[in-house]
């Protein structure tokens, strides 16, 4: 590693300001999972690191109006641990709990599982399906989008230097839905996915025809990215075994995976057709349920 300056502010305006005066040099760490071994590795040599540790007003999961905000300093194991997670979100929770091991759960945080835009993350997948929003702030104000819009290429979203997140939130279910996520990896649990799958189906209000299907792909392109071909296919249609297989085919010509160890460029589109499939049919299922329980 070369020497950096090392900042550890208390307030995010303070810290915005530190990452204004250093533009391209400067560089914000939050778990540290990532960016230590890319300093290790001299992927990246920031002159200055602002440690986001101290700063107030970032670690929090907070309901707001139906949505959750999930401050960007919230690790992934509050996020999965979360009782408000896991009772209005659950496939949130659970796609939190998916991430490698639990030590790296403890110390990753969900602004960091989105600014280093790897896309063989987990958590983007699930957020991604469920319409998630990101917050942005600058010394200069404030953006927010859509999170399917964040990001650019591997390893590159649309931050711009000086620029930070402070939160992501999650819109409240809607009526008629069910969420699905499926992380498949043929080797260890704790790997990351060959390919991952997160979709919401909203029903119709008659309970019987899609309304509206997102399905959000990761590790198979370089970017995580939206099924959009395959929602298309879905909507306004009855679920049955041969239309999620349909649309699997689909969603798999709309994937540009790289070969690499967990698997070929081949595999994993006839990985992604299948995973397509299967989490259709679990969200479909989910989203019957929910009109059932609804009465
Ligand atoms: C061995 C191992 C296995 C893993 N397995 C998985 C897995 O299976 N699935 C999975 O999804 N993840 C996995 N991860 C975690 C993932 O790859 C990242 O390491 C993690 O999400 C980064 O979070 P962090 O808070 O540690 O970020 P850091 O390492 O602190 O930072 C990463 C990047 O994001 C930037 N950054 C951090 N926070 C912010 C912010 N708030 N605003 C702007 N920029 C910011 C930093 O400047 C840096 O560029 C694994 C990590 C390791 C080390």
């Excluded at 969420?179 to 043929?186: A, D, E, G, Q, R």
Aim: hydrophobic share 45%.
């Amino acid at each position: 590693m070369t020497a950096f300056e090392y900042r550890a502010p208390r307030a995010l305006d303070e810290a915005l300001d530190i990452l204004e005066e250093y533009g391209d040099e400067g560089r914000v760490i939050a778990g540290g999972t990532a960016l230590v071994t890319m300093m290790r590795q001299r992927l990246v040599r920031p002159g200055c690191l602002v440690s986001l540790r101290d700063v107030e007003g970032l670690g929090q999961i907070e309901a707001r109006d139906g949505a959750v905000r999930l401050g960007a300093l919230v690790t992934h194991r509050e996020a999965e641990t979360s009782p408000l997670l896991r009772e209005r979100w659950p496939v949130l929770a659970a796609t939190f709990g998916r991430v490698g091991t639990i030590r790296i759960r403890h110390m990753a945080t969900v602004g960091g599982a989105l600014a280093h835009a790897d896309p063989n993350q987990d958590p983007p997948v699930t957020l991604i399906a469920l319409g998630a929003r990101v917050e942005i702030r600058s010394a200069d104000g404030e953006r927010e989008m859509l999170l399917a819009e964040f990001f650019r290429d591997y390893y590159e979203s649309v931050l711009e230097p000086g620029e930070l997140i402070t939160a992501v939130t999650v819109p409240p279910p809607p009526e008629r839905s069910g969420t699905s996520f499926i992380k498949f990896l043929p080797r260890t649990a704790d790997d990351y996915a060959t390919v991952a799958v997160a979709v919401t189906i909203t029903l119709e209000p008659d309970g019987e025809r899609c309304r509206e299907a997102r399905i959000a792909l990761g590790s198979v392109a370089t970017t995580p990215l939206r099924g959009v071909a395959a929602e298309t296919l879905l909507a306004g249609t009855r679920l049955d075994e041969h239309l999620a297989k349909a649309a699997g085919e689909v969603a798999k010509s709309e994937v540009d995976p790289l070969d690499d160890h967990r698997g070929s460029a081949a595999y994993k589109r006839e990985m992604t057709a299948v995973m397509v499939s299967r989490a259709l049919t679990e969200a479909w299922a989910t989203a019957r349920r929910a009109v059932r329980a609804a009465g």
